[in-house]
C-alpha cells in the first residue's frame, strides 16, 4: 500500500487550460512538500506546506494542505508548456530525513 | 554555487557485476541521502549518511550498500547487479540544522541500465 496516493497518474493538456492534481493519505502529516522533475533531472523542491488548511501560491500554481493534513492539491492556472513534467509529492519519515514520494503525475502540456 | 554533482551520468553493466556511484553534495552540506527511481516503483528512499554515519535505511537488499567520505562526498556501491536495478540513481544533499534538515537539492541522476 502506497502511503501517498497521486491523482491522475497522467495528464495531457492544452496550454491555457488549468488543472489540480491531487496527493492523499489515510494518514496524518507534520508536512508535505510538492516537488517538479523535468525529464532527465532531478526533482526540484516547489513548497513545503505545514498548516492545515494552508495555500500557498507560486505563480500560476497554488498549493493547498487539507485541514485534516492528509492530503494536499495542486492548483496549475493557464498551464505552459514549460509546466511539463513529473509532479511528485513528499512526506519525512518522523524522526529521520527518509522523504517517501508519491508515484507522482506525469503533465504534458500542448502548445 | 555548484550543485549536487553525481558521476557518471550514464552507465551500462552486465548482470552479475558490480558498480560504484558517486555524489558530491552542494559545498557545506553534510547530509546525503540516495534515491532509486523506476517507472513501477516510483522513488524509493535507499539510505542516508551524515558525518560519516549511515542514519537510515531503506528496504533494499544488502547489495546495496553505501559510504561517505570525510568530505561529505559519498558512493553508493551495488553489487551482483539484476536486471531489476536498471533505474535511475538520485543523490539529494541537504543542510543539517540543529538536527533539522532543510530542503533537499538533487543531483541530476545516475541512469544505470543493466544487460
Known amino acids: 500500500t502506497q502511503l501517498l496516493e497521486q491523482s491522475p497518474q497522467f495528464l495531457s493538456i492544452q496550454e491555457g487550460e488549468n488543472l489540480t492534481v491531487y496527493c492523499n493519505s489515510s494518514s496524518v502529516f507534520s508536512s508535505l512538500q510538492w516537488y517538479r522533475q523535468e525529464p532527465g533531472e532531478g526533482p526540484v523542491l516547489l513548497v513545503t506546506?505545514?498548516?492545515?488548511?494552508e495555500v500557498k501560491k507560486l505563480k500560476r500554481l497554488t498549493f493547498q494542505f487539507g485541514d485534516a493534513r492528509k492530503d494536499s492539491s495542486l492548483h496549475i492556472t493557464a498551464a505552459q508548456p514549460g509546466d511539463t513534467g513529473l509532479y511528485l509529492c513528499?512526506?519525512?519519515?518522523?524522526?529521520?530525513?527518509?522523504?517517501?514520494f508519491g508515484k507522482g503525475t506525469k503533465l504534458s502540456v500542448i502548445p | 554555487k555548484a550543485g549536487v554533482t553525481q558521476t557518471p551520468r550514464y552507465l551500462i553493466k552486465t548482470r552479475g557485476q558490480q558498480v560504484t556511484l558517486s555524489c558530491s553534495p552542494i559545498?557545506?552540506?553534510?547530509?546525503v541521502s540516495w534515491y532509486q527511481q523506476t517507472p513501477g516503483q516510483g522513488l524509493q528512499f535507499l539510505f542516508e549518511?551524515?558525518?560519516?554515519?549511515?542514519?537510515n535505511k531503506g528496504n533494499f537488499p544488502g547489495r546495496f550498500s553505501g559510504r561517505q567520505f570525510s568530505n561529505s562526498r559519498s558512493e553508493m556501491n551495488v553489487s551482483t547487479l539484476e536486471l531489476g536495478d536498471s533505474a535511475l540513481y538520485l543523490c539529494?544533499?541537504?543542510?543539517?540544522?540543529?538536527?533539522?534538515?532543510?530542503?533537499?537539492?538533487f543531483g541530476q541522476g545516475t541512469r544505470l541500465t543493466v544487460v
Open positions: 539529494a544533499s541537504s543542510l543539517v540544522l540543529g538536527g533539522s534538515r532543510t530542503e533537499a537539492f
Open positions: 549518511y551524515f558525518s560519516e554515519t549511515q542514519r
Open positions: 506546506v505545514v498548516t492545515g488548511g
Open positions: 559545498s557545506g552540506h553534510r547530509s
Open positions: 513528499a512526506v519525512s519519515g518522523a524522526g529521520s530525513y527518509q522523504l517517501t
